[in-house]
Nanobody, 117 residues
Framework: QVQLVESGGGLVQPGGSLRLSCAASGVVFSRRAMGWYRQAPGNQREMVAR???????TYADSVKGRFTISRDNSKSTVYLQMNSLKPEDTAVYYC???????????WGKGTLVTVYS
């Protein structure tokens, strides 16, 4: 059974930082690309960042230069370091195990990030 457990969300003022973690189990973590998505009220879920099995990364334009995705295969954990947070970063952040040609994707339950002034 696949489980994704996100943590690290919370309340932060603009300009602050948070670090999200997602611990995965039930998948061969090192062989799966991982991603962070977010969904703000009234908006569609959007990709924030993804990291491939070789460590290559992709970011949404809105977070480039402020967010950093990383992974620790020894801990089956993916991280999202969020710096210089803005009110528009407020959303529920979801961890994702990307689908492959033969395997389905998986989603965590989400962790709420609120940036308030």
């Amino acid at each position: 059974q696949v489980q994704l457990v996100e943590s690290g969300g919370g309340l932060v003022q603009p300009g602050g930082s948070l670090r999200l973690s997602c611990a995965a189990s039930g998948v061969v973590f090192s062989r799966r690309a991982m991603g962070w998505y977010r969904q703000a009220p009234g908006n569609q879920r959007e990709m924030v960042a993804r990291i491939d099995t070789d460590g290559s990364t992709t970011y949404a334009d809105s977070v480039k230069g402020r967010f950093t995705i990383s992974r620790d295969n020894s801990k089956s954990t993916v991280y999202l370091q969020m710096n210089s947070l803005k009110p528009e970063d407020t959303a529920v952040y979801y961890c994702n195990v990307e689908r492959t040609m033969y395997l389905r994707d998986y989603w965590g339950k989400g962790t709420l990030v609120t940036v308030y002034s």
